[in-house]
């Protein structure tokens, strides 16, 4: 049963500490998107990859945040430092960039982060 | 950027009704997807439907890709179905992001 991972599931942290977020996307899949989910935002863009180059980060706040893939099957959000602001559900999300276009997007269980 | 406006934002309805949510898009999409939000937060892919009508047990959906709607319809409600449902739409071919619209809270009372 094919689907994506993130670590940790649950994460509270302080003001000011570095938060990593990690995804294993789907065996296979070429893209990976990270979403953030907030009741003010709804769920909103942050970054995505297709074969582990990023095409688009715009929604990113770039000053503290980042997002990288060191390999196919791991992708890293990383907050420093974290502000009570980024409070939120972060969701990864793959699926497969084909000759027939994007194809359909798998989510993983999500990232819910608390700063304080 | 693409705007997604759903309808309506929050719908109650008694357990065995029937129920259509509407998607609109500003501009036209050739990806499209339907979620279940659970209680839990997890999001469940219901249909990839950029175009068409698709149907999976009670629930059915249908795409008017020329006139830039979609249509989730749920039959014989379940309050298993209660929860959230986003669709979410794009472009294709070198700009796979999904934008999301806000969701349709559906409350399925016993």
């Known amino acids: 049963d094919a689907r994506v991972t993130q670590t940790p599931r649950h994460k509270v942290t302080e003001m000011g500490q570095e938060v990593t977020m990690r995804c294993q996307p789907i065996l296979g899949h070429n893209t990976v998107f990270w979403y953030r989910q907030t009741m003010m935002q709804g769920l909103e863009l942050l970054a995505y990859?297709?074969?582990?180059?990023?095409?688009?980060d715009s929604g990113m706040p770039k000053d503290r945040f980042s997002a990288e893939m060191p390999d196919a099957t791991l992708a890293t959000l990383k907050i420093q430092p974290s502000e009570p602001r980024d409070s939120a559900v972060y969701f990864c999300?793959?699926?497969?960039?084909?000759?027939?276009?994007?194809?359909?997007?798998?989510f993983g269980p999500g990232t819910r982060l608390t700063v304080t | 950027g693409i705007q997604v406006e759903q309808s309506p934002p929050d719908l109650i309805l008694q357990e065995g009704a029937n129920s259509t949510l509407r998607c609109n898009f500003s501009d036209s999409v050739n990806n499209l997807q339907w979620f279940h939000q659970n209680p839990w937060g997890q999001l469940i892919n219901l249909f990839y439907?950029?175009?068409g009508t698709k149907q999976n047990g009670r629930l059915s959906a249908t795409t008017v890709a020329t006139e830039r709607y979609s249509l989730l319809y749920i039959s014989s409600s379940q309050t298993t179905d209660s929860g959230v449902y986003f669709c979410?739409?794009?472009?294709?071919?070198?700009?796979?992001?999904?934008?999301f619209g806000t969701g349709t809270r559906l409350t399925i009372i016993p």
């Open positions: 979410a739409g794009g472009k294709n071919f070198g700009n796979e992001k999904l934008t």
């Open positions: 999300a793959s699926g497969l960039v084909s000759g027939q276009g994007a194809g359909e997007q798998y």
């Open positions: 439907i950029p175009s």
């Open positions: 990859f297709r074969n582990r180059a990023p095409l688009d």
